[in-house]
Structures are given as structure tokens and as C-alpha cells.
């Protein structure tokens, strides 16, 4: 198999900005499923993700999380909605199946495309010509990150064919939610935001 091309310097700013996350997963002795690298993959990341400032991986995030947002709220708009209009103009006739497979086409447009999208938007709205000038390709990063992407999608790929079966079995099974399920959700918030906060404190001390 023939070498991959050299990163350009935006790729290398976008594989710099995902080093600063798995860099702080990883110094933190956590780990992401589905999301594993070598030592000498995690060396390289280290190196990569110092280019990051905190001010400019936390402006990375924020607008990550808001272009994500608004693209997954037009996958809703534009072709859930649409396509669960057309095919059922009576909600008393919806049947389970094709919702639930329609829903999951949603997650993964959201998921697969829309995240890809809002990533390199965050990139680029973050990174300046001090952090690109400090960026530098080296043998193997074109690897690195196409591994990087082939993760994002196998795990979006992955989540999402979870989705058909779990909810047809929630709603087989006429599993009620009420107060446990929200207050799972609450905890799984709340491990999360104290999760990203002690990564975060962490790499700042390092």
C-alpha cells in the first residue's frame, strides 16, 4: 500500500485539537471504548495536542458543541420531521419499526456527518497562525488521524445500530422511564462535566 499523503496544516490542526482530547483521557489513566492507541501514537499526540492552548481547546469545544447542535437540530427539521409527516399523516397509525429506523437514519446523518462537519468548523474558528506555525507533519500523522476518523465512524456506525434494537425493546416491553431513568440521566450528566473538569485541571497543571 502506497504512503499516505502529508497532512496539510489545517488537517494537522484538527488531528492537534483531537490529540488534546485523547491526550487528557489518557493522562487522566481513563478511556474511551472504541477509541484506543499505541504508546508511541499516544507520544505522538502528546506532541501535537502542546500546540493547543487551554483558551484555544476551550473554544474548540464550545463551538464544536453549538455547530453540533444546530446541525443535528436541522437533521430533525429537514428529515425527520418531513419523512415521518409524509409517511404517517396520521400519528394514531405510526407504527414502532419504521419510526425507530428513521430515527436511527437521524442519529447517524447527526452523528456521522454532522459531527465530522462541526469539528472542522471548531478547528478552524480555533486555530491561530501561532498554533499552526508551531504544527509540523511528521511520518505517520496522515495514519493517525484517518485512524482517528475510521473510530468516529465505526463507533457512530456501532451507536446507532444499538439505537433500533434497545428502543424496540423499551417499547416492547413498555418500559416507563419516570424518575429513575431521569435521574440516571442526571448522573450521567453530572460523571461527564466532572469528568472533562478533572481532565481539564489536569492537563493546566501539567
Keep these: 500500500m502506497p504512503p499516505m499523503p502529508e497532512l496539510d ?4 490542526a484538527r488531528l492537534a485539537f483531537w490529540s488534546g482530547n485523547m491526550t487528557m483521557i489518557n493522562e487522566s489513566k481513563m478511556s474511551w471504548p472504541g477509541f484506543s492507541y499505541t504508546e ?3 507520544a505522538r499526540m502528546a506532541v501535537l495536542a502542546e500546540a493547543v492552548t487551554p ?9 464544536n458543541t453549538v455547530v453540533f447542535i444546530a446541525l443535528a437540530g436541522l437533521a430533525i427539521v429537514g428529515f425527520f420531521l418531513p419523512l415521518i409527516i409524509v409517511l404517517f399523516p396520521n400519528p394514531a397509525e405510526m407504527t414502532p419499526l419504521p419510526f425507530v429506523l428513521i430515527l436511527a437514519a437521524t442519529c447517524l446523518l447527526a452523528i456521522g456527518i454532522g459531527l465530522p462537519i462541526s469539528m472542522r468548523v471548531a478547528a478552524w474558528g480555533s486555530t491561530s497562525d501561532e498554533m499552526r506555525a508551531q504544527l509540523t507533519a511528521r511520518p505517520g500523522d496522515a495514519e493517525l488521524a484517518a485512524k482517528a476518523a475510521h473510530q468516529i465512524t465505526r463507533m457512530t456506525v456501532i451507536m446507532c445500530g444499538l439505537l433500533v434494537p434497545g428502543v424496540l425493546l423499551w417499547i416492547a416491553f413498555d418500559i416507563k ?23 481539564a485541571l489536569t492537563r493546566r497543571k501539567g
Design 9 to 12: 496544516k489545517s488537517a494537522l
Design 40 to 42: 508511541p501514537e499516544f
Design 55 to 63: 483558551g484555544a481547546f476551550a473554544r474548540y469545544l464550545a463551538i
Design 177 to 199: 422511564g419516570g424518575p429513575i431513568i431521569t435521574a440516571l440521566k442526571w448522573v450521567a450528566a453530572g460523571l461527564m462535566g466532572a469528568s472533562m473538569a478533572h481532565t
